[in-house]
């Protein structure tokens, strides 16, 4: 049996769940859950595997907390580009490039995010970052 390859609007729509559902610590089983689904059911999904249809995919969104629209952002243009009829304004192309979004998607990156925007002092935050540049160029 061919293996048939997931569309890539379904595998960016599954890692934008990921993305929120990592982003506000919420495990795969506890989103299962919270749709009547197995956690294997969500990783299909977040992997682009299985489709989500509509109705799945607003019950996410409200149990995520965030908009519909969120998990159309940032649609690589690539993806966009490979449509055959192109959107009228609802996607857009990314600024960021591949790799920041990869990073941005890492466990790492998460992490990073979530303790960096912990930090409510401006001043501590850009010694943060003069301390990573520092790292970065003795490396």
Do not use: C, W
Request: aromatic share 8%; glycine share 6%.
């Amino acid at each position: 049996m061919i293996k048939k390859k997931p569309n890539p609007i379904d595998i960016h729509v599954g890692s934008r769940v990921r993305l929120r559902r990592m982003l506000i610590s919420m495990s795969q089983e506890k989103l299962g859950e919270k749709l009547g689904l197995t956690f294997q059911q969500v990783q299909k999904y977040e992997k682009g595997t299985n489709r989500i249809g509509a109705s799945r995919l607003f019950q996410i969104a409200a149990i995520l907390g965030v908009e519909v629209q969120f998990f159309f952002d940032d649609m690589p243009s690539e993806v966009i580009k490979a449509m055959p009829a192109k959107p009228a304004g609802g996607l857009k192309e990314s600024d960021a490039t591949p790799f920041v979004m990869d990073f941005v998607s890492s466990s790492e990156g998460l992490q990073l995010n979530r303790f960096f925007t912990k930090i409510e002092e401006p001043a501590v935050r850009k010694r943060v970052l003069d301390l990573i540049k520092t790292l970065a160029d003795n490396t």
